[in-house]
């Protein structure tokens, strides 16, 4: 009993000093200084004329740069009609820039620099776009390829991803070229033409920037945006990715003898297939809390409400909790772990027929801080003592480690994203890729952020219908590009 009541009296003494403590560093945690762009002086946006900007993303979008799988039926013309689009549309920008084409049709723009000790800044934005799914055309409210200026907004395949960042970044390139502007800094300018079947043109054009010993102080790529009903805040943030997952696609055969399937052997090659790929799947990489997508979360402490605040500050204790809050949803799920996802199937050719070998795809999109390697040694140690074989479809790309938030390049980016509107800025993980993953050689500082509002609700029309940017997206996202071009270049 003695024995008992001494353990309670112990036991609530433990408590009141974890409430203390909790209290305590709840109370003294701190914003990173990382995210507080409020000591970057900007240089004022230059006016535009959003009427005929609107009309120049209209008359890009229905230039049908259409990607396709197999590039092989990609029409060319369409990318030469765009490149002299360019040139015909922003001549003062062509006037400073000196351009160049790799790999067929990327291009690689650059707008030299008065100071050679500077390091030039690397701006991107692809010029292909995906297809409309076959069937769906219909289901546009103005149709994809048509560049309907309607409802305040522009309207078509692309208009957001990527020739609304394309545009906008060439009003305010011709803007600052007409205004006289010389950059300290050089300025280069880097447009895809493959970002959407695999960005051949990008690693081109990284080849020869690094062949060129070009030491970028960063570069802005598209990956994320504004997210106007953030779920940790319920209002808007602006996120700015500064790592990428890595992507690589596992094939798993499982051989079999094929034949009759009258007289089926103990196991057909699809069983075996079956267990080895839910062997795979079983084998879930642990969610952590760590990595951009917590320091995110940090980031944002100081912003949401008591609850996230305690448990930021007290991650040794409530970091389990935030993982299971974060993971309810399969994005937030997605940026705290390696995922795997089994995409496609292949038995055999016919219903009554045995499959001679039986191969499903597995596409991982993998953290940053693990490697494909470490991927492939999972799976093999899944399903040894299955009889399959495991090979890449293509080589990895591995996944790009985060950039600092501490840099110039950070601090400046950062605080045009914070003057396009009422939001916090924090850093965020790109769960799909860019075409910036190929610039790792070019600079140490890859950031990837388009100045644009939106619901996760409305991101689902990029890649999907009803792509369209509104006339406002396309006024900040102009904005963006001018104070930012014009205060990391002077
Ligand atoms: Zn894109």
Redesign the pocket.
Known sequence: MRLLAKFGIALAGVASLLVAVIAVRTATDRAPAAVDAAQVSLATALPLDLERAAQHLAEAVRIRTVSHQDAGINDGREWERLHAWLQATYPAAHAVMTRERVAGHTLVYTWPGTDPARQPIVLMA?HDVVPVTPGTEGDWRHPPFDGAIAEDAVWGRGAV??KGSLVALFESLEALAASGFLPAASIIVVSGHD??AGGSGAAAAANLLQKRGVEAEFVLD?GLAVVADFPLLGRPVALIGIAEKGYATLAVTAPAAGGHSSAPPRETGVETLARAVLAITSQAFPLRFDGPAADMVRALAPDAGLVVRMAVANEWLFAPLLVRQIAATPAGAASLHTTIAPTMLRGSPKENVLPQDATAWINYRIAPGQTSAQVLERARAATRGLDVTLDWVHPPSEPVPASSTQSRGWRTIAAAAAASGEWPVAPGLVTAT?DSRRMTGVSRDIYRFQAIVASMREFEMIHGTNERLTLDNLRRLSDFYSRLIATAAR
């Open positions: 692809h991803d990527n970002e959407e598209e860019t």
